[in-house]
């Protein structure tokens, strides 16, 4: 038989000065191959238009419908209630800038972070239309692929809780992303400036290794063994420095 799925879902306007942090609960019959976007949608049109939340591709690769679900941070698109208790509760990700209900502003602090790990192939190459690009190896390649999957959905950043101790920590998707240009063969920048840029307590000394990025990545991406590999690379290129 169906369920009558409970919601309790966070509401707060930071814009509205009468507007407080608060819960509330709304009821709603489960249908089949229901997601929470699915349900969150009813909910706005049948029951509260005021509702916030963020979506916009709901195929799990945007990212913007980030939540957390009893407790977890992840994405609303591709949550299916059936695997869910009939009573769910629905907040806002942590870290980020609230914007209202269930909707936050993740979009600023990538762009901040990707300012500062410098998130662009360094190359004195001027480009030329007419000339083919030099081939990259398929290995390579595939390990490249595999970081760019990244949806910047930031659900690691919210699971971390290094970065919800320190604001100014790169976190998962940060470092991700530096290890992405680090085996890019097209990057010019040396193993001394990257270590400049995260060879600190703000990039790779900074995480306590409690691995929720990576339990909680919604496309499975091994942030951790990003990290160990970002380490050992560092490790390995500081020491000819001190000659």
Not at 63 to 78: K, T
Not at 152 to 168: H, L, P, Q, V, Y
Request: charged residues 25%; hydrophobic residues 40%.
């Amino acid at each position: 038989m169906p369920r009558n799925l409970t919601f309790n879902i966070f509401r707060y306007n930071p814009q509205d000065p009468a507007s407080v942090p608060h819960m509330d609960t709304f009821v709603l019959g489960e249908t089949d191959s229901m997601t929470l976007f699915i349900a969150l949608g009813r909910i706005r049109e049948e029951q509260d238009p005021s509702l916030q939340f963020d979506f916009c591709c709901r195929a799990g690769v945007c990212g913007s419908c980030a939540m957390v679900i009893n407790g977890r941070p992840g994405l609303a698109c591709n949550t299916k209630v059936k695997d869910l208790p009939a009573e769910i509760t629905l907040l806002p990700l942590p870290f980020f800038k609230l914007v209202g209900d269930l909707s936050v502003d993740t979009g600023t602090w990538f762009r901040e972070m990707y300012q500062r790990v410098e998130s662009w192939v360094h190359t004195e190459r001027v480009f030329d239309p007419a000339q083919e690009e030099e081939r990259m190896d398929n290995d390579t390649a595939n390990r490249i692929y595999e970081l760019d999957r990244c949806i910047e959905c930031g659900c690691c950043i919210a699971a971390c809780g290094t970065a919800r101790m320190r604001k100014d920590f790169l976190g998962a998707a940060g470092l991700n992303r530096l290890a992405r240009f680090l085996i890019d063969p097209r990057d010019q920048r040396t193993e001394r400036e990257y270590f400049e840029l995260i060879g600190n307590d703000q990039g790779i000394f900074g995480c306590m290794g409690l691995l929720a990025c990576e339990d909680v990545c919604p496309k499975r991406l091994p942030l951790q063994d990003q990290l160990g590999f970002l380490r050992r690379k560092m490790a390995l290129s500081v020491l000819p420095w001190k000659k």
